[in-house]
Structure formats: C-alpha cells, structure tokens
C-alpha cells in the first residue's frame, strides 16, 4: 500500500509562493515519533506531519513487533499455543489466555469444573486491574507526572504476588488452561488476596485526587482527541475507548460469558463535565474521559473478585483434557472483554490436533485505527496524550 | 547476602605482591625526598645569594611532598583499614570537608581585612599598593629584613591588594560551592524523588546512602565518548555548553552570601545575575538548533517560546522589591531586613507577597523545571535540545540547571526572604554579641550569615524538587497563556500597587504595622503548617505507605 505521507515530500503551504513583506516563508515538517520513543509504549512508529508544533496529519506504522502469532496457531496444539496467547497483550495474559480457552472448549464442547470458572473470573479481574494500573501510571508519565508511574507499578506488584504463587509466573502467566486452570492457588491465597483488595481499593481514590483531578492533568486531558460514539462505534473500538465516548458496551454485561452474570457490577461510561465533581473542562470521549474509565474499571474488578472470592466453592479445577485433543471439524468465534476491549479468538478445526486456522482480533489494534482521526490539528503534546489514553500493547497490534 | 566491598574490589586488581611493593616504592620516594629537603635546608641557610624565599618554597614542597609519599606509603599498607574508615566514616568525612571549605573561604575575607588595615596606617596612603618590604616592616614594627616568618607572611599577603587576585580566588570559591550544588543537588534530588515513590534512591556509592553518587556518575560521564550527530553543526554544537555553563557560575560571583561574602558587590548586582539568568537560555537554543535532530530543534523553540513570555513577567516582579529597597545592589538589599521573620521584604505588604509567589512561579519556567520542563519533556520531545548530547557535555549542561536552580533560589531569598538573616528576631541575639568568645561564635551562626543564606536557599530548593514529583507538565500554549494573560498583568498590578503602596502608606505608620503583623502571620502560619505536614509525614510514613508496601519494602 502506497503511503500517502511517505509517498508525498513535505510539501510548503498553499501559499508559501507569496510571502508577503515583513512574514517568514514557513514549511511542513516530518518527524518520525517512535519506534523508539518513550511514549509511544513499545514500538509504534507515527509519521508526524506538522507545522511546528501543530500536528497536521499522523500516521500509525505498525509491525515491528509481528511474530506471527496467527501462523503460529495453526502449527501448534491449543495447549502449545497457551504461551502464545501470553506473548500477544503482554500486560493482561490471563485475559487472553481465557479467550482462547473458551474459544477451544467451545469448539470442543468441554464443560470447566465451576471452581475454575470462578477462578478464572478471579485472575482475569486482577490481572485487568493490573493492566489497567500500568496504563494510569505510564499515562501519568506521558503527562510529566513520575510519581504516579512508580505507584502504579508498586500496586501491580502485589497482584504479580498473588500470579505468582497461584501459578508461579509473574507476566507470562499460561494459567487460564484448556479445560480449567492448571494447578489449584495454594493455602491462604484467598486471604492474601483479600487483604490486597483492602489494601488497594482506598487507594484508587487517593490517585484520584494525587492525578486525575489535579487541574494541570485535566488541561491537558479534557477536551483532547475527543472521539463521538459514531465514531467509536464506525471504527470498531472496544473496551474502555468505547466506554469513555459513552456508549454503555462491555461484553461481561451485554453478551455475559463465563459466570459473569452471577456478579454486581456498573459500567463506567464516559461523563461530561460539571456534575458529581467531574471537572468542568471534561467532554464525553475526550483523553481525560478513556482515562478516567479504567479508574473506575478497577473498582468495579475489585467489587468482582470480593464477590468471587466469597463464593468461591471447592472441587476440582481443570477438566480431563485429552492428551491429544482433536479438535472437530467447525468453526467458532469467541470475544470477551480483555482490560483494553474485545479480544476474540476464531478458530477453525479441521478433525486435526492443531486448528486449520486461528485469527486473533486485537483490540489494541482496532483502537489504534482511530489515531489518525483525531490526531489531526493538535500539538505534538497532545499526541501523547490521545496514544497515552488509547492505551495500546504493540505486541497485540502486530501479534 | 553478601556485600561486594571496596576490599574486594582493590583484592581482585591487585596482584598478591602489588601492595608491598607499592608501599616501598612509596617509602623510599618518601626517604629521597626527605633527604632532599634537608640538603635544600642545609643550602638555605649556609649559602648566600640564593633568594631567601625561592630557596623556602622549595624547602617547603620538598617536605609536603615526602609527608604525601609517607602517607601514601601507611594508606597503601593498612589498606584494609583504611577502605573501611572511608565508607563507614564517609559521611562525616563529607561534613568535615564542606565546613572546611566554608572555613577556607573565610580566611581569604580575615586576609583581606589585614591587608586593607595596613595599607590605612601605612605612611604615606597616596601610594596605591604596598611593596612586599613594606607590609613586612608593617608587620614587624622594625626595618625589613627579607628572612623569617614575617618576610613570608608579607609574600602571602602581597598579592592580596589587587582586585585581580581577589577576583580570582572568589572566582575559585565560587567554582568549588557551585561544584557542590550540582553534585549534592542531583544526588538529593534523586533521593527526593526516591522517597516520594517508596523507593531509596542511590544506596551504594560511598556507602551512605550513595551520597557519592553523582560523583560516580561525573567520572562515568567522563569516559564517554564524545558523539556527534551527523550533520550537526560542530562549531555550535560545541559553544552550545560554553554558552550555557559558565553564565550559570559567574552568576555567583555577584550574589551575596552575606554582607560580606560577595565575590564582587556590583551596585547592579541584581541586573547582573538577572542578565546571566537569561544568557543560559541562548545555550538551549544553540544546543537545539546545532543537534540536527527536530526533536531538538522543537525542543529549543519551545525554550524561546517559553523565554519571552516569562522573562516580563520575571523582571517585573523583580522590580517590586527593587522599588521598596531603592537600589540594584543585592548587599543592601539583603542588609534592609536584618531584624528578624517581620522584616523580610515579602510581609512588608501585599504586593510584596504576591511578587514573592510570582517570582517563585517565575524562576521555575526560568530554571525549566515541572512543571514548566517543556524544552526538554521526555514523554514528547525525546529529551529536547538536550536529546543529542551525551558524555561531559550533557553533564555541564545539566550542572548548568542545577547551579541555576540554587541560583534562583538564592536570589528569591535575598529578595524576599531576608537573605543571610536568622527569622529569630535580631534583638534576642544582641547581649551575645558583646559576650565571650563562644557567644559571639553562636551569635555568628544564629543570627545570620552565609549558613542561614545556604539553608534558606536549599528550602527553596527543596520545593522545586517537591513540585518536580509531583505535577504534571503543562502544555505549551497553556504556559504561554499562564505566562502573558495571567502572571503578567498580575505581576503589574502588583508593581502598581507597591508604586502606590509606596508613595501613600509611611514606613512606620499604622497600616504598615497592622499589615505587616498579617502577613508575618501568614508566613508563620504557612512555615509551620507545612513543618508540620512534613513531621506528620515522617513520623506516620509507615501508615501511610500502607502495610502492605511494608512488608514489600523494608527501606520505604
């Protein structure tokens, strides 16, 4: 595909041929952000058209970090491809090794042990605050704000705690198996992890006031890259990009899968501004509005996994998965709610061990298709805030 | 866990016979010298013609030198012991060395004063310099001899009558405290920023708490290669950190650091520092423009940006207390508020206040620190102008940033806050200073001087690295509207009002004493409200890291 940036040299303005006395012949600019940029989070490249400061078109470069992930699907046996699954968002795995499961088990027609289900809720809402804690602190850090950054990942340390000793790993989990879990959490692990969610839930207030009503972060945020809910909607976005335009849409709530319908809990949307102390400057789908969405996403997890950990029954925690697990002939789709939007799984079987074919839907990827939309007539500062709020993983854009 | 130790390090380097033979070489250095500095005694005093203080100095080096060698020679030896006493004791040792400097700072000032009191009751006070037989036969109170102490403390002192010797030990001095500030402020900003994120901070170096660290990284620094970009312009690229660097330590010359301690007491001393403030920005923009890379390049435009539109508001709050103090000079200015907390210019009256805040808001934009730190935003601009630079250039632009934080800070406090005065009201002190010696030593450090004057400046200090931590940056266009539609006119209404204030309000009257009891509460009211935040902090720092960091983090 011809680039039409690449394609086209800076060109002078429309007029740059008259320049009238006492005025300065001005040019275009391009500047290459990323792929090594601190803000871009990871290896997004963007073409910057611009004219000084003012951003006048931007342009998404992806790949960088491709390793065929899909291919690799359809060589590998669901279980092999587990690990994968890990490598695609990186920050929420256990999200994406729950969508590929289910996607498997409902090929195959297997029934999970109800301890698993429960747990399987349990490590996704944790790992989703997680996710969700990484990105309020590196959107911290893109508005020149260090501390809260150091927070987030103080926080996220105790959820990597608890992956830890549940199933030994600390990013790359492979926990949300075929048929359950792998391995049950050990003793004490409910208690543990309930003195976090003590410990964690008054927190999310104190970052509240520390970062996202401070006045300069709302200058910066509120009104910035906003995106209509046509839009959002147009551009397939998912998770909390779509809720912070306002549209009511998460897939726990509207299509529940798993056991999700047996929890309370709200879907923040995005406010406007001027009610319930939600700052004047606040516009529906603005930065601000993304932001301030995974914020209260984490306490809505908290309220799930409390209600989880309360119901928790006993029993066995994975089913009996076949040593070579054929799958039949068929085909199935399945999206959940991943902590950045809808990550779905087809998979084509075949009869054989490995699927025929598996394509996977990033929902990084969707959302990032909206940044050259908005990213239009704004200032390189404010670049990194819309990326910031989006809050892409490169290894699910390119996979 | 065990600890890898500075034994370990010079165990693993030194090959098993390395010591002892280091330690007689050193020795017998030590002996040669010895001998040589006996036989170079011998000629001096048997042998005329040779110039008596040639002859001494030589004498002199010779012994220095055979002490070093000798020390060299018991260091190298008790190693083990010696490695120890260094990180265990390396705090103090760095206490001890900075008081010592302070206190070789002083003696050139007492040298001074000696000099000057003999050129007054020299015979004939027309001549413009003494000669060395002169101040000799002044000390002596006899004919001058050209031998013996006396001869050598005139050879001392000689050279202290010009300006020029003067300028250049001052210029020294001011070399050596800015080399501190740098190398002290980025080492406790790094532990600032530590504690406010339940980190530590640098740990190792120097073994406490890595107060050594920003020494270690100036020799990593060191060692660099010294990169350029292809197509960067050389010539620039290079005069970028010689334009930025140096007007960050002249500027110290002309700040007082009490009434005394002043490098060169210009009467426009305040246009001085307030003129090399703005020259380092011409620095930014040659580092940006020269680098040949956009990130720079924006990042220079927005230092420019950003200059014009706070370098106003600056200078008009500095012409507020220049109006209440009736001159340039930073010494007089700092002399008007001796008296104690109620005489600091900042609660004379309200607008003082106000200019105080402002300028305060000011110097941040001025010093590109959070947050106004545009010209070089890491999370946009890379680095900014600073983002092609690396090895000992980066490192003097960056020593450049600290000299000028401590800078603006040094100059907020002569102008608002008292200068070298004690807030302990001066009357308290006054008995002292007719009392003994230990008295008056006290009264000394009290009551004010340049210690007060380094304190206070480090308190402002402090609250750049505080807000630094805390805010987000501001974006460009929203500094420029802070900048040109709010700090300006607020800055002239402020100016007007002291105008007014000024002419209509009498020094000693009513309204000035009712107003200034209001403000000076305010002031109180503020110091000791925010003393008690931070004691409040510090003492329930566990509860509110929260009991889980605890246990995560044994140092938070």
């Known amino acids: 595909m011809v680039d039409p940036v690449l394609s086209s040299p800076p060109e002078p303005l429309a007029d740059a041929d008259r320049v009238g006395p006492g005025e300065i012949r001005t ?37 960088y970090l491709h390793r065929c992930a899909e291919k690799l699907g359809e060589n590998l046996t669901p279980v092999q491809f587990i690990p994968i699954t890990d490598r695609l968002d990186y920050l929420a795995a256990m999200n994406n090794n729950h969508a590929y499961s289910l996607a498997i088990e409902k090929l195959v027609g297997m029934e999970v042990p109800e301890r698993a289900r429960y747990l399987r809720v349990i490590m996704c809402e944790l790992n989703r605050i997680a996710s969700h804690l990484v990105s309020f602190g590196s959107y911290g850090l893109d508005m020149g704000a260090f501390t809260p950054f150091l927070y987030g990942f103080r926080e996220r340390e105790y959820i990597l705690d608890l992956f830890e ?92 899968y798993e056991i999700y319908d047996r929890f309370e809990f709200d879907i923040p949307v995005g406010l406007a501004g001027g009610s319930d102390g939600i700052p004047r400057e606040v516009v529906v789908g603005d930065s601000w509005n993304r932001y301030f969405v995974r914020m209260q996403e984490m306490k809505q997890s908290v309220r799930i996994i409390r209600q989880c950990l309360e119901q928790l029954p006993a029993g066995p925690v994975r089913a009996k998965v076949p040593r070579v697990l054929k799958l039949p002939a068929g085909e199935v789709y399945v999206e959940t709610e991943g902590a950045r939007g809808q990550i779905g799984f087809l998979v084509v079987g075949d009869g054989q061990a490995v699927p025929r074919r598996v394509k996977i839907r990033g929902p990084s990827f969707c959302n990032l298709s909206i940044a050259p939309l908005v990213c239009r007539q704004v200032l390189v500062a404010d670049i990194a805030a819309i990326i910031g709020s989006i809050d892409v993983v490169m290894g699910e854009v390119d996979r | 866990m065990t600890r890898f130790t500075a034994e370990d390090a010079l165990r693993s380097r030194w090959s098993p016979d390395a010591k002892p033979r280091a330690v007689r070489a050193f020795l017998a250095i030590a002996v040669l010298l010895a001998i040589l500095t006996a036989l170079l005694w011998v000629l001096a005093t048997r042998l005329t013609g040779v110039p008596y203080l040639l002859s001494t100095l030589a004498t002199a080096t010779a012994l220095l030198l055979a002490l070093c060698c000798l020390g060299a020679a018991v260091a190298i030896q008790f190693s083990h012991l010696v490695g120890r006493i260094l990180l265990r004791m390396a705090f103090p040792i760095f206490i001890v060395s900075l008081v010592g400097i302070i206190l070789l700072a002083w003696a050139p000032s007492l040298l001074y004063q000696r000099v000057d009191a003999l050129r007054a009751q020299s015979d004939n006070p027309g001549t413009p310099f003494l000669a060395a037989a002169e101040i000799e036969a002044h000390l002596t109170g006899a004919p001058a001899t050209g031998r013996g102490w006396a001869a050598l403390s005139a050879y001392v ?18 070399l050596g405290f800015v080399s501190i500030v740098g190398a002290f402020g980025i080492w406790w900003e790094r532990k600032v920023a530590g504690r406010m994120q339940s980190r530590l901070g640098p740990m190792r170096v120097g073994g406490w708490h890595g107060w050594a660290q920003s020494m270690a990284d100036g020799l990593k620094l060191i060692q660099k290669e010294d990169v350029f970009l292809a197509g960067a312009d050389r010539v620039l690229y290079r005069l970028a950190v010689y334009v930025s660097w140096p007007p960050a330590v002249v500027l110290f010359v002309a700040l007082p650091f009490s009434a005394a301690w002043v490098g060169r007491d210009l009467d426009v001393g305040l246009l001085f520092v307030f003129a090399m403030l703005a020259v380092g920005v011409l620095g930014v923009l040659l580092a940006g423009w020269a680098s040949n890379n956009k990130w720079s390049t924006l990042g220079a435009m927005r230092e420019a940006c950003q200059m014009i539109s706070y ?13 209440s103090a009736g001159t340039l000079r930073l010494t007089t200015i700092g002399q008007l508020q001796a008296g104690g907390f109620h005489t600091w210019l900042a609660f004379q009256n309200p607008f003082l206040l106000a200019a105080a805040i402002l300028f305060f808001t000011a110097t941040l934009a001025e010093c590109k620190r959070a947050p106004f730190d545009l010209p070089e935003a890491e999370s946009e601009l890379v680095a900014g102008y600073l983002t092609e630079y690396s090895g000992f250039r980066w490192a003097l632009f960056f020593f450049a940033e600290y000299a000028e934080m401590f800078a603006v800070a040094a100059l907020g406090v002569i102008l608002f806050f008292g200068a070298w005065h004690s807030p302990l009201p001066a009357h308290w002190g006054e008995p002292w200073r007719q009392g003994p010696l230990w008295q008056r030593a006290l009264h000394g450090v009290l009551f004010g001087g340049p210690l007060w004057f380094v304190f206070k400046g480090f308190c402002l200090f402090y609250v750049q690295l505080w807000l630094r931590w805390t805010l987000p940056r501001i974006r460009l266009d929203q500094v420029m509207h802070a900048c040109v539609q709010v700090m300006l006119p607020l800055a002239m209404i402020a100016l007007l009002g002291n105008a007014v204030w000024e002419l209509l309000v009498s020094p000693g009257g009513r309204l000035a004493w009712i107003v200034n009891v209001i403000l000076t509460a305010i002031g109180l009211l503020t110091l000791l409200t925010t003393v008690g935040i931070i004691a409040y902090g510090y003492l329930n720092r566990r509860r509110l890291v929260g009991e889980l960091a605890v246990d995560h983090l044994p140092g938070a």
């Open chain 2, 311 to 323: 370098e106003i508001p600056l200078g008009f709050c500095l012409l507020i207390p220049v109006m």
């Open chain 2, 157 to 174: 002192l000689w050279p202290l009558q010009f300006r020029l010797t003067r300028d250049v030990l001052a210029a020294l001095g001011v």
């Open chain 1, 27 to 63: 040019e275009e600019m391009l500047i290459n952000m990323g792929p090594q940029h601190p803000s871009t989070h990871g290896v997004l490249r963007l073409m910057l058209r611009t004219d000084g400061e003012l951003v006048l078109e931007c342009t998404p470069h992806i790949g």
């Open chain 1, 165 to 256: 000793q549940a199933c030994g790993a600390r990013l790359t989990y492979s926990y949300l198996s075929i048929g359950g879990v792998t391995q049950d959490i050990p003793d004490g692990w409910v208690e543990r992890c309930t003195r976090f969610l003590d410990y964690f839930e008054p927190k999310i207030d104190e970052y509240n006031d520390l970062l996202s009503f401070n006045q300069i972060f709302v200058k910066r945020t509120a009104g910035v890259g906003v995106i209509s809910a046509a839009d959002a909607i147009a551009y397939g976005l998912t998770g909390p990009c779509l809720r912070g335009s306002g549209v009511k849409w998460d897939l726990r709530k509207c299509v529940p």
